[in-house]
């Protein structure tokens, strides 16, 4: 038996935690049964967001109309584009280990337990009086043979002529925005009538309207069945009548979910218990059913974003070896999708709001006061601002339009340091910055509480 410090399952954002941890001169042992970096550097959010830049040049140059101006793609050198990616992609493991240092020992291998406190990986056992789970999440299994998950798309292979996406969520919006303005023809397959659900009502709308613009998208419509023969789907589509329809695509992308990875922890052997969606269980100290045995990142099914999984180790950390005994607790949580057009939001919906009953005010407000947004000869661009009418806090905020993922991070601060959205109406901003464009919609959130308080 080999006795650790800390042991910890899971080399994706837990690399930083065992790094750290190592440094303080804790002994560690740190399993991974794929590539460090987790899902985020290797197959999610990093190697998807570095062909958004590509996908936004190709829209300004397709959409160049707008400005009065003609052109056309000659060529896209996709063999260099998918080059650069892989390139990026090659790299993550070996630098996620020159991290490491002398005291993590690293594990290759499935880490699984056989009791609350012994940990086995290829046959070896190892114990520790803390162990972390960290073992993320993973796309939910497509239901037909040859069909890719979202893991399967990074490093990018072959680029296929056509792709159909099914799902409505986030990673599905995004890797249909660029594949399709990478040139691939491109169908998203959505089951009901919305896209993005998880956002604000008014987001959603108006994120339907202006990506099916540029998306062929079949709404109520599911996949009945998908054969893959001679390079090529053969796709048999079935709407809410039970009417079908063929359809064929040389490849078929299910991004319907991700779920937990709980199933090769092998919980049998330990007090640990799942959630009803399979999740592991912890109280706000990141503790699980068993005692010593502590669960962060996608692991535990909250957030499933790089950016909390990252604060839930530093956290952990802090807790673990700083003596911080502090409870988890996020002040706010915020998310951006990177699609044409993009979307931040921060805190709750205007609907959440009305069914919790609270005293807020709600007020939206398009971007064009200012002269940079107004230059982007777009219409569609607003803020909405959910505010707690008697604190003038920022309950929530939710904005659609380019670089929303940037512009959200004023509303941040705010949130982060006093939330009272007068310090938005007060401060100074440059003009006719993009940033300008907050300035009246806190102006109107104000405006209407002072209304009401009139009332
Ligand atoms: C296509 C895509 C795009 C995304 N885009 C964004 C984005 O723009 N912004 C954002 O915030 N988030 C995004 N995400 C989500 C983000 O990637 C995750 O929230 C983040 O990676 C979670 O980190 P983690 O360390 O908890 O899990 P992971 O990064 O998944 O790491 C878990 C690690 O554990 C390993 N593992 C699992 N089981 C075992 C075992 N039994 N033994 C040993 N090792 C094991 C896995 O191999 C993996 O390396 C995206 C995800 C996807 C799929």
């Known amino acids: 038996m080999k006795i650790y410090d800390l042991i910890i399952i899971g080399g994706g954002r837990a690399s930083s935690l065992a790094a ?23 197959r999610g959010c990093v190697p998807s967001k570095l062909l958004v830049g590509y996908a936004d040049v190709l829209r300004s140059i397709k959409e160049s109309q707008r ?33 490491l240092n002398e005291n993590v020992e690293l594990f290759r291998g499935i880490g699984s337990f056989v009791s609350d406190s012994i940990v086995e990986v290829n046959g070896v056992k190892l114990t520790a009086p803390k162990i972390v789970i960290a073992t993320g999440a993973k796309p939910k299994e497509p239901p037909f043979k040859d069909a890719w998950s979202s893991d399967d798309i990074f490093p990018l292979k072959k680029i296929p002529s056509s792709i159909t996406i099914v799902g409505a969520g986030l990673i599905a919006c995004e890797l249909a925005n660029v594949f399709d303005a990478l040139g691939v023809k491109t169908k998203l397959l959505v089951r009901g009538e919305t896209l993005l659900s998880n956002e604000d009502e008014d987001i959603s709308k108006v994120f339907k309207q202006e990506f099916s613009k540029k998306i062929d998208i079949e709404f109520n419509t599911t996949i009945k069945d998908a054969i893959y023969s ?46 009803k969606r399979g999740f592991i269980k912890r109280d706000k100290f990141f503790q699980t059913d068993a005692k010593g ?12 974003l790089q950016h909390a999984a990252s604060f839930e180790m530093n956290h952990l950390y802090k807790y673990l070896f700083e003596d911080k005994k502090e409870p988890l607790k996020f002040k706010y949580m915020p998310h951006s999708v990177f699609t044409d057009p993009e979307i931040a939001s921060v805190g709750i919906s205007e609907k959440e709001a009305k069914d ?17 947004a107004e230059s ?35 509303v941040l601060s705010v949130m982060h340091i006093d939330n009272d959205i007068r310090h938005l109406k007060e401060m100074l901003y440059i003009h006719p910055a993009l940033s300008e464009s907050l300035l009246p919609a806190a102006i109107n959130a104000v405006k209407e509480i002072r209304k009401l308080s009139e009332d």
């Open 356 to 372: 919790k009953g609270l005293d807020a005010v709600v007020s939206k407000t398009d971007w064009l006061a200012s002269a940079k």
């Open 67 to 99: 400005h009065y101006i003609k052109s056309t793609i000659n060529h896209i050198d996709i063999a260099k584009i998918f080059k650069e990616n892989n390139e990026y992609i090659a790299g993550v493991d070996e630098g996620y280990k020159a991290m």
């Open 230 to 275: 001679d390079s090529f789907f053969d796709i048999t589509l079935e709407d809410k009548a039970g009417k079908t329809k063929k359809h064929t695509s040389e490849a078929l992308l299910y991004a319907i979910g991700r779920e937990s990875n709980a199933k090769t922890l092998n919980l049998q052997n330990t007090h640990i218990t799942l959630d």
């Open 376 to 410: 982007m000869k777009l219409k569609y661009p607003f803020t909405k601002f959910i505010v707690d009418r008697k604190t003038y806090e920022i309950l929530g905020c939710h904005m659609i339009g380019p670089q929303s993922s940037t512009m959200i991070h004023q």
């Open 20 to 42: 750290k941890a190592g440094k303080l001169g804790k002994r560690v042992a740190l399993i991974e049964k794929s590539k460090l970096g987790g899902t985020c550097a290797n």
């Open 293 to 304: 045995v502590y669960v962060a990142g996608d692991a535990a099914g909250e957030y499933m």
